[in-house]
């Protein structure tokens, strides 16, 4: 199983940024799909979440509102839409894929990670 997360970049604060995620070697739509995020001396927390099909998603406090994430069945993928960036939002950001939870131990692939900088 592989993902592959691109999308991040440096942008200002209150600006946006779109990740994406594709997912290759296991049956998609099987699985939930998750954001989890590191900033460097911190350990990695939760983003967000959406189920198989999509019809459920959760979100940490600290982006709801802000962030949307979603996913596309038929071309494997799943996106984080982030707007009204902080310069706390600054972090390393990797999808992952397993059971549907806000836990790192609920998913057993992730991919490498796409960085977010935020600047002030």
């Known amino acids: 199983v592989q993902l592959q997360a691109s999308g991040g970049g440096l942008v200002q604060a209150g600006g946006s940024l779109r990740l994406s995620c594709a997912a290759f070697?296991?049956?998609?739509?099987?699985?939930?799909m998750s954001w989890f995020r590191q900033a460097p001396g911190k350990e990695r927390e939760f983003v967000a979440a959406?189920?198989?099909?999509?019809?459920?998603?959760s979100y940490a406090d600290s982006v709801k509102g802000r962030f949307t994430i979603s996913r596309d069945n038929a071309a494997n993928t799943v996106s984080l839409q982030m707007i009204s960036l902080r310069p706390e939002d600054t972090a390393v950001y990797y999808c992952?894929?397993?059971?549907?939870?806000?836990?790192?131990?609920?998913?057993?692939?992730w991919g490498q990670g796409t960085l977010v900088t935020v600047s002030s």
């Open positions: 992952a894929t397993g059971s549907y939870g806000n836990r790192p131990p609920d998913y057993d692939f």
């Open positions: 070697g296991r049956t998609f739509r099987n699985y939930a």
């Open positions: 959406i189920s198989r099909s999509g019809g459920s998603t």
